[in-house]
């Protein structure tokens, strides 16, 4: 006897076997058990959800001799002749083949005689997006009115180019991308009976590879097992048959991007080369590893988003901080563009190394990402730097002005400059309270690294602040440009600058906002006044 591969072997013949689609079977039983059938079903969603098996389900439980719970019994002359497909009864069209208006005009003839067995004639169109716009005209008036004992199920990976006039007749059914827990468990369930023996690792990243389909899941694991038949199905011989790489290899590449390391990043390159890995399929799952990360950093709750194992998480959340948004959103930019040029090329390494040195060399590309990125990484610099760094400064206005960008990131450059150039000058030494400067000296040690956390608007906009205190648990920052006043002052940007010293620091403070005077000094030096007390040994009174 034939092999009859698994996707078809197991294709689910009740409700109860139909996997991640809950929400639409729990629907249909309902009608079924209530006679309220409808006459016009569109059922859409990407490949392998389910679509053509829930509409024959369908097509026999509506016809069933001994319904059980809204399913077919499966045993009944009716149920065996739709399984067989030599029921009259139940039509199935493929669209794709049969789009034209002779075919439907063949339809609306049929739909005129009643059903020699059961109760209903189903017509199940599979790729129903497929037929001529004259066949969706002809099609209308029979979809609208059609006999009492006729129904129509539509189906469609595409709803998009379903005409208005044909959903508006139709009870729409949305099947979701299957999720990889209840894949692997179905792939569980199924290696057992078939007496495959396979690790959970394998299993899940099959699951994962078949992005929400069932069916390319079966397909998936039928390719591994032919493969590897007979032994172990390993997570190894996965990625061998799949042409796929281990979540590891993306984390030593983006380690080395990040390290700006390009001749590793080369020879990680050529290991996947050498192991005959599918370059079109690492650069898409490059892409999706930088998403993961992207999400880790600027979505709340972003654990509960990524279905990944503890260790892999743990070690995403290292990586995150490793790298700003805006570089990753650069990184995932140059990739998207590689994956469209690799459909068509003819030397795909060569486009991935190229991409590879375009992240490690930002200022081999002149566009304004790049620019942003070694922006970024001086100013990063001049953070970790204990005063501001005058050469540093000078290169950031050179640079901005010789890429031609000015606009505010050439006048905070400039500013910056400026402010260097004024703390060259002898400080002016003022006495405050000395609750006050302890909280001034808490925010002010950690201001890069506070501006740095929120991002957002506020990165940009504090990069050339000063903290001066505002009595007590208050402090004003005075910003040197109108354009960062503007930005920063903003109540949603104070507030959150509030809850975040809160949440850090388990401290209740307040923070208001200036613009610098033209001319002002912004290099004062703060005591208390008990330490200028000591040092003059006299009675001082502090001003408010």
């Not at 942003?372 to 990484?377: A, F, N, T, V």
Request: with cysteine; charged share 25%; aromatic share 6%.
């Amino acid at each position: 006897m034939s092999y009859t591969a698994l996707y078809r072997k197991w294709r689910p013949f009740e409700f109860d076997d139909v996997k991640g689609q809950d929400h639409i079977v729990q629907t249909l039983k309902n009608q079924i058990n209530s006679q309220r059938i409808g006459h016009a079903y569109l059922f859409c969603g990407t490949r392998g959800t389910g679509k053509t098996t829930v509409a024959k389900i369908f097509a026999k439980a509506v016809n069933c001799e001994h319904p059980v719970d809204g399913s077919p019994c499966n045993e009944c002359a009716t149920c065996r002749n739709i399984s067989s497909g030599s029921s009259m009864n139940v039509v199935e069209i493929d669209a794709a083949s049969n789009n034209g208006v002779e075919n439907i005009r063949e339809i609306r003839e049929q739909v005129q005689y009643p059903p020699t067995e059961g109760s209903y004639r189903v017509y199940i169109i599979d790729e129903v997006h497929m037929l001529s716009t004259g066949a969706f005209n002809a099609l209308l008036k029979t979809l609208e009115e059609p006999p009492s004992y006729v129904i129509f199920i539509l189906a469609t990976t595409e709803v998009h180019k379903i005409p208005i006039t044909v959903l508006s007749r139709c009870q729409r059914y949305d099947f979701k991308r299957i999720t990889i827990d209840t894949i692997t468990a179905r792939l569980r369930e199924l290696a057992d009976a078939e007496q495959i023996q396979v690790e959970e690792k394998a299993l899940r990243h099959i699951a994962k590879a078949a992005d929400g389909s069932m069916r390319d899941a079966l397909s998936l694991l039928d390719q591994c097992v032919a493969f590897h038949f007979g032994s172990l199905l390993t997570y190894d011989n996965v990625l061998e048959v799949l042409g796929a790489v281990d979540a590891s290899v993306f984390s030593e590449l983006l380690r080395c991007v990040i390290a700006k390391e390009t001749t590793e990043c080369m020879k990680k390159l050529e290991e996947m080369v050498i192991q005959g890995r599918e370059l079109g399929q690492f650069v898409t799952d490059f892409i999706w590893y930088l998403r993961n990360l992207l999400i880790l950093k600027t979505a709340d709750d972003a654990e509960g988003m990524l279905e990944m194992s503890e260790d892999n998480l743990k070690q995403l959340c290292e990586e995150a901080g490793m790298i700003d948004g805006e570089t990753l959103m650069r990184y995932i930019r140059i990739f998207s563009e590689l994956s469209n040029q690799l459909r068509y090329a003819s030397q795909k390494r060569v486009l991935i190394e190229l991409a590879l040195i375009k992240l490690t060399k930002p200022q081999m590309e002149p566009n304004l990402d790049s620019v942003l990125q070694r922006l970024s990484e001086l100013e990063e610099r001049l953070d970790e730097a204990a005063m501001p760094n005058q050469e540093l400064l000078q290169q950031m206005a050179a640079q901005m002005s010789a890429m031609g960008t000015g606009g505010a990131a050439g006048q905070a450059a400039g500013s910056a400059l400026s402010a260097a150039q004024q703390a060259a000058e002898p400080p002016r030494e003022v006495a405050i309270p000395k609750a006050q400067l302890e909280d001034l000296n808490l925010i002010r040690q950690d201001w890069g690294k506070i501006i740095r956390d929120l991002g957002g608007p506020i990165r940009p906009s504090f990069r050339d602040t000063v903290l001066e205190p505002s009595g007590d648990s208050s402090l004003c920052i005075v910003f040197s440009t109108q354009e960062s006043y503007t930005i920063g002052s903003r109540p949603t940007v104070l507030g959150a600058l509030e809850n975040y010293v809160e949440e850090q620091y388990h401290k209740e403070m307040y923070f208001k906002a200036r613009l610098k005077n033209t001319g002002e000094r912004l290099n004062t030096i703060y005591v208390s006044d008990e330490e200028l007390k000591n040092a003059i040994h006299m009675e001082i009174t502090v001003e408010d």
